[in-house]
């Protein structure tokens, strides 16, 4: 027994003296070391990475931590701390508790958002006890958030309070560009609710409404429950949702019952069971859109619309994750798209594990762009090993096509391994199909394809690739192909025809080695709406190290033909395989070509220009391609150019140029617009892709028609010079008007009334937007116009001969004109009477075509009154107005010009003429049918008389002016004729002379007088 007490005294003795040794180690550099060592250890037992540069401070009592960064076991960021000190209470230790009295974070960051973090609490060192948080707060410029509670050690929190802040959203998701987040979170022992709303987020380019959040719970025994409730939503897409839940946090198990969210024409209903890691769900979920035009926010530009259903059934047995799902979609259409159902239905089981199951997709009368598809069938299974698939297509492109296939494909890490047993069918009227299977793999780093043999109509096709990326190797072979299946980059062309093609490529490292030969037997090309071109060519090309010789022929009809040889250097990438032509370094080659320019332009869109002719070019080229050195020249004849838009059209095109160093010299260019007009011009084009190839040509026009379209024509000349790039290019210069027409519509156009229609499903060609104007380099323009006379304004009868300046701009599709055009002299004959005018303009106030400002006044002497006619208005709808001396009513006015009388002196036929042509005065739809026929014979007078004695009679008289104040008539009758000669002697006074053809060679002569 006293050995016993003598070994406790020791130790009782010895203890102080081993606490204060293990004190001053914890403090000594190595002991730190060994401290931090072990908090590096401990966590990542438990899953996590920690990186700390330096550990200070008085252990065990008082910590410092500099250079501390976090890394989570996931995709997330780093967190990282430039400093943590914290200080331990000594008398806790005894109870094997941690009570951390102060905790400062400073110089905190995670994904680049900055913060502090001050903390206090407790924690059980046996687990026995939860962790006391008394309070922490997290503080920065673009965060707040304060809790406190009571956490259990796997951080579930049993009690507490939350609340927290985000001010910029976007800084913890970059599919978030703006928006702001807050709430608070509340749980006792016995209730628990959560708030939280968002306002003013763009989430992936789309505005959302302010959303909230609202979650309400109750314990009951071992378990919670309660009601969830929520709105929100894109802006143009406003949500609600709701739900029943409870939670059981022993087995971690939340049910969803009563679970919907609801929107304009779109619902999401269920009931489901989850675990919070989302890989063991069960229940059933329900949705429908009747309409998914209500998606058109989501898919700017789609005109999505149609209707949609889907049931998705999970089930989870033995921890085994399973989904049934099927979607319907009806009379959908989005993005140039069109499809009268597509089904998809999908069993799959295992969904997080090994995946096994089945999938198909069905669709009918599905059309895009040119390709129609009547039936498509898509089909699956997936297993453990190799999938069986197999697919078949009926619709038509260019021609009815069917196609079907099948074999299995397999998942090989990220990517996939494919074995074709089966393809076969026609397209474009050739049949094809597979002489033996074959088997592609891709995935990020390699693809490969071998052993493909493919039977098509005549010709045969094999091929063997396998690109990785730092080799390639392409073996390619076709005979008698047919060159229907060769995609153009034209849209507007279609060929014809077979041809061979064989291609061996090997390439390693920084080298590349092989060679590619293609002879074109007979290709048929062939435009929209113009002859096909029957040629024939062949190219050779052989690759070795950097460079590429290449040797090509292409001959066509009539002598056309183009010869092409050269070296080439070259730059190409393994995987994907890609070669093009490096700008920097040497080449060399010559082009030689003859043929017809028509048939050159037709492989390339040139919008509203159409050009013809023979080109003949010799062109040698060396240097780099960036910056070239030619030598040559470029011919053309007999040519033609014609601008729809303007009406341009040259005729007789001569050109002849020469390329030196990096340009193409525009000797000599002359032209005519097919009648006594001429153009000559000279100019310059710098072949630097760099620099958008820069042009400068300037031309001299001699009477030269240029401008010819429905309201304007004209003859021009002068000197313009056209410079530019392919960016734009500008039309600077001064003009002369030799001759040009300003045509006034026959008739004024009919006043539709608009009526205010509110339409609450608005048809669809309703919403759509009109057409974009034609794309390409825009031709500006800066022209000063000088019009000394010769400019006429014409239509309705009118002649007018005007004179000015005018300064032309815009583009030559949407002309704009700034200046002032003055009358010179004119006049405007209106139902057998002559106007003489005596004022006006023609005003253009800088604003795009098609309408100028037209002011004309004229005035014409009758016998008892002086009319004066006035059209004013926009070039495209004048209005004609009549004034007098004395001063009349319109209606008397008209009847003055129309039949020489007071309107109390016509008949009732003449007076429905006055009310015709007022009504066609004031610009309304009444048909002057005298009107038309009387333009359609050529005369001046149609008129319907009546007779003075027996108003029953009627006659029809036609006139004709000989001359300037003589009118000559011809009256016919149901029982006489009769002739007349009127003639205005002026003052007043009118002499008729008129026979009859029952009056026997008598005349009589009538005068009138009016005073």
Not at 258 to 279: A, M, T, V
Not at 580 to 594: F, T, V
Request: overall charge neutral.
């Amino acid at each position: 027994m006293k050995k016993v007490l003598r070994i406790i005294s020791k130790a009782l003795f010895a203890l102080p003296f081993l606490l204060i040794s293990v004190f001053f180690f914890i403090q000594s550099p190595i002991g730190k070391h060994y401290v931090k060592k072990k908090l590096i250890t401990y966590a990542k037992e438990k899953g996590y990475t920690i990186e700390i540069k330096k550990l200070k401070g008085s252990l065990p009592l008082e910590w410092t931590l500099e250079g501390v960064t976090f890394f989570p076991n996931d995709e997330n960021p780093p967190l990282t701390l430039d400093r943590l000190h914290a200080r331990i209470a000594l008398s806790p230790l005894f109870n094997k508790q941690i009570s951390v009295t102060h905790l400062k974070i400073h110089g905190a960051s995670y994904r680049e958002v900055p913060f502090t973090l001050t903390a206090k609490g407790r924690v059980d060192l046996l687990g026995k006890k939860p962790f006391k948080l008394e309070h922490a707060l997290i503080e920065g410029k673009d965060l707040f958030l304060r809790t406190e509670g009571k956490l259990t050690q796997d951080l579930s929190i049993r009690e507490g309070f939350l609340a927290f802040s985000f001010p910029d959203l976007s800084l913890f998701s970059p599919a978030i560009s703006e928006g702001k987040m807050m709430g608070t979170a509340q749980i006792t022992k016995t209730k628990a609710s959560f708030d939280c709303s968002t306002e003013d987020i763009t989430l992936l380019g789309h505005p959302f409404t302010h959303t909230t959040l609202s979650l309400n719970a109750k314990k009951r025994n071992n378990w919670w429950e309660g009601k969830a409730s929520g709105s929100g939503g894109h802006l143009d897409i406003p949500l609600e949702g709701k739900a029943s839940f409870r939670f059981t946090p022993r087995g971690r198990l939340l049910s969803m019952e009563k679970f919907s969210i609801e929107g304009p024409n779109l619902s999401l209903f269920g009931k489901i069971d989850l675990d919070p890691s989302f890989k063991s769900l069960e229940g059933m979920l329900l949705a429908q859109c009747q309409d998914l035009k209500v998606l058109r926010p989501l898919f700017p530009g789609s005109e999505i619309q149609g209707r949609l259903g889907a049931k998705i059934d999970l089930q989870t047995f033995s921890s085994l994750q399973d989904l049934k799902c099927q979607v319907e979609v009806e009379d959908f259409s989005a993005f140039n798209t069109e499809c009268h159902l597509l089904t998809l239905e999908s069993t799959l089981y295992d969904l997080f594990g090994d995946l096994r199951g089945e999938f198909s997709l069905e669709g009918s009368q599905i059309a895009h762009d040119e390709v129609e598809l009547s039936m498509m069938e898509i089909k699956s299974n997936f297993d453990s090993h190799a999938s069986p698939f197999s697919f078949a297509f009926t619709g038509d492109w260019k021609a009815p096509f069917d196609v079907k296939g099948g074999g299995k494909w397999q998942k090989r890490g990220k990517g996939i391994f494919v074995n074709m047993n089966e393809f076969i069918g026609s397209a474009l009227e050739k049949p094809f199909s597979l002489c033996s299977p074959f088997s592609f793999e891709w995935n990020p780093d390699q693809f490969k394809m071998s052993n493909l043999a493919l039977d098509i109509a005549s010709g045969h096709l094999t091929s063997r690739i396998d690109l990785t990326r730092s080799t390639s190797l392409i073996k390619l072979s076709a005979e008698n192909f047919p060159l229907e299946f060769i995609p153009l980059p034209f849209d507007q062309v279609t060929m014809q025809g077979l041809g061979t093609l064989d291609i061996d490529l090997v390439s390693w490292e920084d080298n590349i080695q092989g060679s590619c030969n293609v002879s074109l037997k007979r290709a048929e090309l062939q435009t929209k709406g113009g002859d096909p071109v029957t040629t024939k060519g062949s190219l050779q090309l052989h690759l070795s190290g950097g460079q590429a010789q290449i040797h090509g022929e292409i001959k066509g009809p009539e002598k056309q033909f183009l010869h092409f040889f050269g070296r080439l250097p070259i730059r190409y990438q393994h995987f994907p395989f890609q070669v093009r032509i490096d700008s920097k370094k040497p080449l060399a080659g010559e082009l030689i070509a003859e043929g017809k320019l028509e048939e050159i332009f037709n492989f390339v869109n040139i919008g509203s220009h159409r050009v013809e002719g023979w080109l003949s070019t010799k062109l040698l080229f060396s240097k780099t391609l960036e910056n070239p050195w030619l030598t040559g020249w470029v011919d053309l004849q007999d040519g033609i150019y014609e601008n729809y838009y303007i009406g341009t059209e040259l005729k007789n095109i001569e050109l002849k140029g020469r390329f030196q160093q990096n340009s193409l010299l525009i000797e000599s260019l002359t032209a005519t617009d097919g009648n006594e007009g001429e153009v000559d011009a000279t100019g310059s084009l710098l072949l630097s892709p760099a620099k958008g190839y820069p042009f400068s040509i300037t031309a001299n026009l001699k009477d030269a028609d240029t401008v010819s379209f429905d309201t304007i024509s004209g003859k021009f000349s002068g000197e313009v010079t056209i410079s530019g790039n392919r960016e734009a290019s500008v039309a600077k210069g001064k003009l002369k008007v030799t001759k040009a027409t300003f045509r006034i519509p026959d008739e004024l156009p009919t006043i539709i009334p608009v009526l205010p229609i509110t339409f609450i499903n608005a048809p669809e060609h309703l919403k759509k937007k009109s057409p974009p104007p034609p794309t390409g380099s825009p031709l500006l323009l800066d022209l000063e116009i000088d019009a000394p006379g010769n400019t006429y304004v014409e239509g309705r009868g009118l002649t007018a001969e005007l004179k000015g300046k005018l300064h032309i701009t815009g583009t030559y599709v949407d002309i704009a004109a700034d200046g002032k055009l003055q009358l010179v002299n004119g006049e405007f004959p209106f139902s057998g009477k002559v106007f003489n005018l005596t004022q006006g303009e023609l005003i253009f106030s800088d604003k795009p075509t098609p309408s100028a400002y037209i002011s004309l006044s004229g005035t014409c002497d009758l016998p008892e009154v002086t009319v004066t006619a006035i059209l004013r208005g926009p070039m495209s709808e004048p209005k004609l107005t009549f004034q007098s001396n004395p001063q009349l009513p319109t209606s008397s006015i008209l009847s003055q010009i129309l039949f020489n009388k007071d309107i109390s002196e016509i008949s009732a036929v003449q007076a429905l003429q006055v009310a015709q042509t007022v009504i066609s005065l004031s610009g309304n739809s009444a048909p002057d049918i005298l009107g038309k026929i009387r333009k359609s014979l050529g005369i001046d007078r149609l008129t319907i008389l009546t007779s003075e004695n027996d108003p029953g009679k009627i006659s029809l008289q036609i006139g004709k002016y000989l001359m300037k104040g003589v009118l000559l008539t011809l009256s016919q009758g149901a029982e006489s004729r009769n002739v007349a000669v009127e003639v205005d002697l002026k003052q007043g006074i009118t002499l008729q002379a008129e026979v009859n053809e029952d009056s026997q060679g008598k005349f009589s002569l009538k005068w009138h007088h009016h005073y």
